[in-house]
């Protein structure tokens, strides 16, 4: 996981660990992140998950769908890959997640 990642790779894996995080036990499939990134083809989201995977943060095995695994469940977390929407969202769960723990 040395290289750093492309706003694009950024955004692919912050949508599969948000995925798989409302989904246990079922991986986005190609279409679905297509659809999220605003892809015109399956072939652009190929390409992001083999850099993702080179990069060793995901795996997959190319025989099963919907069969993309995160390597590591980093701590970190890339913000700029977030649209203004997430981050509101984002922001909205952590004040109410720590108004809850003050009460």
Same mark, same amino acid.
């Given at each position: 996981?040395? /290289?750093?990642?492309?706003?694009?790779? +950024?955004?692919?894996?912050?949508?599969?660990?948000?995925?798989?995080?409302?989904?246990?036990?079922? @991986?986005?499939?190609? %279409?679905?992140?297509?659809?999220?990134?605003?892809?015109?083809? /399956?072939?652009?989201?190929?390409?992001?998950?083999?850099?993702?995977?080179?990069?060793?943060?995901?795996?997959?095995?190319?025989? %099963? @769908?919907?069969?993309?695994?995160?390597?590591?469940?980093?701590?970190?977390?890339?913000?700029?890959?977030?649209?203004?929407?997430?981050?509101?969202?984002? +922001?909205?769960?952590?004040?109410?997640?720590? %108004?809850?723990?003050? @009460?």
């Amino acid at each position: 996981m040395s /290289k750093s990642l492309t706003h694009q790779q +950024a955004r692919t894996l912050s949508f599969i660990r948000r995925y798989l995080a409302e989904n246990p036990g079922v @991986a986005p499939s190609f %279409q679905e992140i297509a659809d999220e990134l605003d892809l015109a083809s /399956k072939s652009a989201v190929h390409r992001l998950l083999d850099a993702l995977q080179e990069r060793g943060h995901i795996r997959r095995d190319r025989a %099963q @769908a919907r069969s993309i695994e995160l390597v590591s469940a980093a701590t970190s977390f890339d913000l700029t890959a977030l649209s203004d929407a997430e981050l509101k969202t984002l +922001a909205g769960r952590v004040y109410f997640e720590l %108004q809850g723990r003050a @009460a």
